[in-house]
Structure formats: C-alpha cells, structure tokens
C-alpha cells in the first residue's frame, strides 16, 4: 500500500511559480508511474501530467505544456510539479496519484493511490 502526502501549494498571483511534492511512502513506489491532476471548485478532475516509473515518459495537458515540468527522485520516493507563468485559472486543488503500470496514464481511473490534495490558488 502506497500512501502519498503531497504539499507547496499556496496563494500566489498571476505569473509567479510554485513547486508541489508528492511523497510516499510504502509500497515500491521508485517501480510506480505517478501523475498530476487538479480539480476546480464544481469541475471534474483533470489531468495535468504524468510521467513513467523511471523518468523516462512525460505526459502533459494542453494546459499545461510549456509552464509545468513534472520530475521524480526515486532516491527520494518523491515527485515534483513546477509550475510556472501561473494563470487565475489554474486555482484548484492539485492531486498527487501513482499507479502500478510502469508507464503512466492520462486517465484518473487508472490511477489506485491518491493523496490528499494541495490548494493552489492564484490571484489575477
């Protein structure tokens, strides 16, 4: 069982940066894809990005290309989203996942671990 306990998030304004973690514990989670979604208040969760057990595989979301970097230190059984040029609209609560396919996946379903979320909220 893989537990993860993501943290950064905060109130940041238009086009500042901020980075969010994801650690686990548990589990083998160096061997695990991770991936990145967010939710906004009464909107489904979306995907943000995904990356494969080892690195190797990046996944992103239209919105995301270009401003968000998603990284992992298995040394660290941690994953990271850097998340630049910050838009109002991407104020939403960011969840860390991992799955047990190496690869990664865009689709939440796929996904059997999830933490508890990190809000991000950015200001116009």
């Known amino acids: 069982q893989v537990q993860l306990v993501e943290s950064g998030g905060g109130l940041v304004q238009a086009g500042d940066s901020l980075r969010l973690s994801c650690a686990a514990s548990g589990g083998t989670f160096s061997s695990y894809a991770a991936g990145w979604f967010r939710q906004a208040p009464g909107k489904e969760r979306d995907f943000v990005a995904a990356?494969?057990?080892?690195?190797?595989?990046?996944y992103y979301a239209d919105s995301a290309k270009g401003r968000f970097t998603i990284s992992r230190d298995n040394a660290k059984n941690t994953v990271y989203l850097q998340m630049n040029s910050l838009k109002p609209e991407d104020t939403a609560d960011y969840y860390c996942a991992a799955m047990t396919y190496y690869g990664g996946s865009r689709t939440a379903s796929e996904y059997q671990y999830w933490g508890q979320g990190t809000q991000v909220t950015v200001s116009s």
């Open positions: 990356i494969s057990w080892n690195g190797g595989m990046l």
